[in-house]
Antibody, heavy 120, light 108 residues
């Protein structure tokens, strides 16, 4: 069974940093590209970043480019999102999401999400 | 960036009725459009991908149609558990992958 479990959310300071993790199980992690998607309170879904299975290709939304960095450790079956220069509008639930073979951008599987609150 | 516009914003129907949700893209996305359902406190769930393909385990009452810029999600006969928020998403013109703003399907 595919499982994605996010962690690392919590209270972040404006201008500060947080690192989110997504622990994957139930599949060969390195075979799949992975994504981060967020949802601000009461709002819709926003795609943030994609990383290929090998980690060699990374693509980001303009809203987080140069502030957020996606990475992965295939030996640990883990996906990460390093969030720097946090702002109030980064407050959201952050989901990791996986596609399927050849369709990395169709989100068949989602984690339960981790809440990030940016406030002083 | 491809903007997806969903209509209506809110749809009020009764169980047993037919629901028709619309998603319009600002540019051609071919058939590369998906639909998700989200219930309060839960992650989104994939319903339909590539315009008309049901995801694994999705009941047959959910169907999708369309291509190019106009797409429809139809729920043939609403069950109580279908009342939720629905999002469309395109993967043709990315990055960025974009979502619509959502349609809230509520009980009348």
């Amino acid at each position: 069974e595919v499982q994605l479990v996010e962690s690392g959310g919590g209270l972040g300071q404006p201008g500060g940093s947080l690192r989110l993790s997504c622990a994957a199980s139930g599949f060969t992690f390195s075979d799949y590209g992975m994504n981060w998607v967020r949802q601000a309170p009461g709002k819709g879904l926003e795609w943030l970043s994609y990383i290929s299975g090998s980690g060699s290709l990374k693509l980001d939304a303009d809203s987080v480019k140069a502030r957020f960095t996606i990475s992965r450790d295939n030996a640990k079956n883990s996906l990460y999102l390093q969030m720097n220069s946090l702002r109030g509008d980064d407050t959201a639930i952050y989901y990791c999401a996986r596609g399927d073979v050849g369709t990395n951008q169709i989100f068949h599987y989602w984690g339960q999400g981790t809440l990030v609150t940016v406030s002083s | 960036e491809t903007v997806l516009t969903q209509s209506p914003a809110t749809l009020s129907l009764s169980p047993g009725e037919r629901a028709t949700l619309s998603c319009r893209a600002s540019q051609d996305v071919n058939i590369y459009l998906a639909w998700y359902q989200q219930k309060p406190g839960q992650a989104p769930r994939l319903l339909i991908y590539d315009a008309s393909n049901r995801a694994a385990g999705i009941p047959a009452r959910f169907s999708g149609s369309g291509s190019g810029t106009d797409f429809t999600l139809t729920i043939s006969s609403l069950e109580p558990e279908d009342f939720a928020v629905y999002y469309c998403q395109q993967r043709k013109n990315w990055p960025p992958i974009t979502f619509g703003q959502g349609t809230r399907l509520e009980i009348k």
